[in-house]
């Protein structure tokens, strides 16, 4: 607080923001117990800060913080997926190349998730004291974390240890690697965008592999928005290559679905009492992956599904093009032909498949973490998902056809 008032005092310079004190005072009592008075302080903050480009993170951050306070508490909030700066469309800078930056982060965010569960078995962090984890399930993290990271760090250059005799010491030669090429900038939004509601353990691990999800479903948005123009352009091969890396994106992280199955149930039940309203159910970048893929049926649209995205939905009822509806156009004009076409039919059919397998996991995962309970997007819960699973990604592919 004091730093706050000596910040505000001297210039309230939007480079100068005392970022780290104000998290940590959020992690001593988790974002759904911070003092009144720090709110009432941060909320003052956000009435002089101005609209310009320079005060764009602070403003994001106060978004975020604040949003509680302001009743408008959500996924996007829960997560701070703005101060990842992910994007799923090239940015007016060439050279940003999105497929490096979805690796670079989703390696942060899994080599962070990691290193918490490092400083918490040693002793050395406070940070979210209650219902440690024991010894095994660690363990368990551990390798599984290395596993979900291996593609990307493969990628990047730096083959991962996987299966090590001794998991914690390859946690932190990997982490420490990691720290050592992150720019201050990254570090300090990985720290910024760790904001749990309450002080059990394993909501750290649920934020950071929730995030890395998030990175990648964005990434795939891009692929598949890329093979909507590649097939409008009539490059069936294109196309084609765009839907493997996603599948290959999609793949790859499904360790991450089994890193979240190590989540003590009783920890998640005593969290997610002060995340109601924040659900996936309100995941754009989801959303934009399957609207992108095939244009959803009507009663979806109309349906809490796309309510929950309204930004998303918009966009389809403006008309957004899907694979789909790109294919059949491309099919009419006769754009389509051998051998480009035949890799594309297998790539569709393999992408599809990818992605029932994703809802089939998760189903699977929610159900054993939730049994009969409602989510926390107002569905009625695993009923919901059950009957979403079958939705076809595509109706021009056999969506249960195992990739060969
Ligand atoms: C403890 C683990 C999880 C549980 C219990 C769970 C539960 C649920 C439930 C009940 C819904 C239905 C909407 C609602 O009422 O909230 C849902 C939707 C969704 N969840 Fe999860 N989830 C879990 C993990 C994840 C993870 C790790 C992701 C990755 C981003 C994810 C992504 C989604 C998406 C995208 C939807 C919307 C699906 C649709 O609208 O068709 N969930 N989840």
Request: hydrophobic share 45%.
């Amino acid at each position: 607080m004091r730093e706050l008032l000596s910040w505000l005092s001297v210039g309230a310079d939007p480079d100068a923001f005392p970022y780290e004190t104000v998290v940590a005072e959020l992690h001593r009592t988790g974002k759904h117990f911070i003092a009144d008075d720090l709110l009432v302080l941060l909320d003052q903050v956000r009435a002089v800060t101005p609209q310009a480009e320079e005060t764009r993170l602070l403003r994001d951050f106060l978004h975020v913080v604040l949003d509680k306070r302001d009743g408008r508490f959500d996924y996007q909030s829960y997560l701070g997926l703005s101060l990842l700066r992910l994007h799923d469309e090239p940015t007016d800078d060439d050279r940003v190349d999105l497929r490096r930056l979805h690796d670079r982060l989703f390696v942060h965010l899994i080599a962070d998730a990691l290193a918490f569960e490092l400083a918490a078995e040693s002793g050395a962090t406070q940070l979210l004291p209650l219902q440690r984890p024991e010894p095994a399930r660690v363990a368990k993290r551990y390798r599984l974390g290395l596993r979900a990271m291996s593609a990307a760090l493969a990628r990047q250059g730096r083959p991962a240890v996987l299966d090590p005799t001794e998991p914690a010491a390859a946690v932190a030669a990997l982490h420490a690697m990691v720290v050592a090429d992150q720019s201050p900038a990254e570090r300090r939004n990985l720290l910024i965008g760790m904001l749990p509601v309450y002080l059990v353990h394993d909501e750290y691990l649920f934020i950071r592999v929730l995030q890395a999800y998030e990175t990648t479903f964005t990434m795939l948005a891009a692929e598949v928005r890329a093979t909507v123009d590649a097939l409008t352009d009539g490059h069936a091969a294109v196309a084609a290559d765009r839907l493997a890396y996603g599948r290959e994106l999609l793949t790859a992280a499904a360790p991450l679905f089994s890193l979240l199955a190590t989540m003590q149930p009783e920890s998640f039940r005593t969290f997610r009492v002060y995340t109601e309203g924040a659900s996936a159910i309100q995941s754009r970048s989801y959303k934009l992956v399957e609207s992108l893929c095939r244009s959803p049926d009507e009663p979806r649209l109309s349906s809490a599904a796309y309510l929950s995205v309204p930004e998303v939905r918009d966009r389809v009822l403006a008309g957004q093009v899907s694979v789909e509806h790109a294919y059949h156009t491309a099919n009419r004009l006769g754009r389509l032909r051998e051998p480009g076409r035949a890799l594309l039919d297998k790539r569709i059919g393999e992408f599809a498949y990818a992605l029932t397998q994703w809802r089939q996991t998760h189903y699977r995962i929610a159900t054993r973490m939730l049994g009969t309970r409602t989510g926390t997007g107002y569905t009625e819960g695993t009923p919901y998902l059950a009957a979403a699973r079958s939705i076809p990604v595509f109706t021009t592919a056999d969506n249960a056809r195992l990739p060969t």
